[in-house]
């Protein structure tokens, strides 16, 4: 029982960080829409942001420590049923929607953030800027104005994937709480 309750504790705690990450990732990410450079303001925000898309899947890593608490086997003509409460409801289906909507955004998101830099990555060689073109293999030279519009397109096509990657951990996360959002109904 004490290791049951541990489990959904844990799982608890982790799905309340990948929330709160989410929206973190989700903020530092959209950013870049309004001007904002938070990779080059904030660098090592920016890199914990870049590694912490792990710190929800480390239960899986470690070996998964929650373990799947078997359900009573069903009798065909018992009174009992288990009834989902509203709650569970609307936090599985919000967390189902997140993670529709962002893994949508991670796959169409990544190809035009990406086109927006031509695919190529930006580079300062000796004072320049430029914007190397992966497909012709060649530096294209370019101003400090669009070097910095470029940097913004390219740190929203590197930080794409945090939302999905937080939303899918939640989820993982969630799903050893679903006996506890259920209630037990006698008829």
């Not at 938070?38 to 890199?47: D, L, R, V």
């Not at 919000?94 to 953030?113: P, Q």
Request: with cysteine.
């Amino acid at each position: 029982m004490l290791n049951e309750r541990w489990d959904k504790q844990t799982a608890l705690i982790f799905a309340f960080i990948c929330g709160v990450l989410f929206v973190v990732s989700l903020c530092a990410h959209f950013s870049a829409l309004f001007g904002f450079n938070f990779a080059h303001q904030f660098p090592k925000i920016w890199f914990f942001l870049q590694t912490s898309v792990v710190i929800g899947f480390l239960p899986l890593i470690i070996g998964n420590p929650y373990k799947k608490i078997s359900k009573p086997s069903y009798i065909w003509g018992s009174s009992k049923y288990q009834e989902s409460s509203r709650f569970g409801i609307y936090v599985g289906l919000t967390a189902a929607i997140l993670l529709c909507v962002s893994l949508l955004y991670l796959v169409f998101g990544e190809v035009y953030w990406s086109s927006q830099i031509h695919f190529g990555y930006l580079e300062i060689k000796d004072g320049n800027y430029f914007l190397y073109l992966k497909r012709e293999r060649q530096f294209l030279p370019i101003i400090f104005d669009e070097y910095q519009k470029l940097l913004l397109y390219q740190n929203l096509a590197y930080s794409v994937h945090w939302m999905f990657l937080h939303s899918l951990a939640f989820m993982i996360n969630l799903s050893p709480l679903e006996i506890d959002l259920k209630k037990t109904k006698n008829e």
